[in-house]
């Protein structure tokens, strides 16, 4: 299958690389702070390229332009989480 627009996108690559890599740390956790901060960071994480795509997919300019500021919201709520110091 080939690369659609958004998957030739340094940015959606890096948003993926940063996802995998918070859910091969997450994995590691105990029971508690997996099941408390790290479902909510995971989450935070697979939103960015999720809404990058997502935005790519849209017919309008100010659709794309909203989920890509979905996505930018999404990777500070990533920032602010792993800055919490449970890496």
């Known amino acids: 299958m080939s690369q659609t627009n ?3 996108l340094d940015v959606y690559k890096l948003g993926e690389k940063l996802a995998d890599e918070i ?3 997450v ?3 105990d029971a508690l702070a997996k099941d408390t901060v790290g479902k909510q960071i995971i989450r935070s994480a697979d939103s960015i390229g ?3 795509a997502e935005g790519n997919g849209r017919g309008s300019y100010q ?3 909203r989920f890509i500021n979905i996505a930018r919201g999404s990777l500070y709520e990533t920032k602010a989480l792993v800055e919490t110091g449970l890496y």
């Open 6 to 8: 958004f998957q030739k």
């Open 23 to 25: 859910g091969n740390i």
């Open 27 to 29: 994995i590691k956790w």
């Open 50 to 52: 999720a809404n990058i």
């Open 63 to 65: 659709d794309h332009r």
